[in-house]
């Protein structure tokens, strides 16, 4: 019973590590290949030191005003 239960504790941690990568590795093209929002942005999660636009890093977005601001725009940023 103890091997049937560490078994599926592994599948489980596997599975949800397997659904985030593909996601990061989306977001990082998007956000460096796509946008290119490090052009702009510092990040250094996704490497970019760009110095036109807010430090993302520093600034700290909550995932409400991202959304807000790659969908509308914020000032010279257009929206994507």
Known sequence: MKKILLILICLIISSS???????????LEVYNNKAMCGTCHVLQSAESEGNIGPNLDQ???SIDQIIYAVTNGIGVMQAW
């Open 59 to 61: 600034l700290k977005p």
């Open 17 to 27: 590590l397997a659904f985030a990568d593909p996601k990061m590795a989306l977001g």
